[in-house]
């Protein structure tokens, strides 16, 4: 019922930015894009998915894992159906395939809440 597509992955150097991109295809008569939590997780070679940070329907909830808080930004544009997440002063640390997730109206920070999921995005930060 709803399709996501990440963009905006590549290489780039400690320091640098990235921003990513998820448009979202909503096939349902019940909800709009405006109805879901969107959030993006990651993923590094070898280690578990792990929580970066979401957005709630309203927009007024935006957690942050404590790894990225003050670096990322995530924020969300209704209208175009697609949510965004800023990253700046990357790390190589960050380097992961960066997924987007989408769940009805309100956040979670567990992956398993999350009904559907785009294909991902590889993110690599070079030293």
């Known amino acids: 019922q709803v399709q996501l597509v990440e963009s905006g992955g590549g290489l780039v150097q400690a320091g640098g930015s990235l921003r990513l991109s998820c448009a979202a295809s909503v096939r349902t008569s019940r909800r709009t894009f405006s109805n879901y939590a969107m959030a993006w997780f990651r993923q590094a070679p070898g280690k578990e998915r792990e929580f970066v940070t979401a957005?709630?329907?309203?927009?007024?909830?935006?957690p942050y894992a404590d790894s990225v808080k003050a670096r990322f930004t995530i924020s969300r544009d209704n209208a175009k159906n697609t949510v965004y997440l800023q990253m700046n002063s990357l790390k190589p640390e960050d380097t992961a395939v960066y997924y987007c997730?989408?769940?009805?109206?309100?956040?979670?920070?567990?992956?398993?809440?999350?009904?559907?999921w785009g294909q991902g995005t590889q993110v690599t930060v070079s030293s």
């Open positions: 957005i709630s329907w309203t927009g007024d909830s935006t």
């Open positions: 997730a989408a769940r009805p109206l309100v956040v979670s920070t567990t992956p398993r809440e999350y009904d559907y």
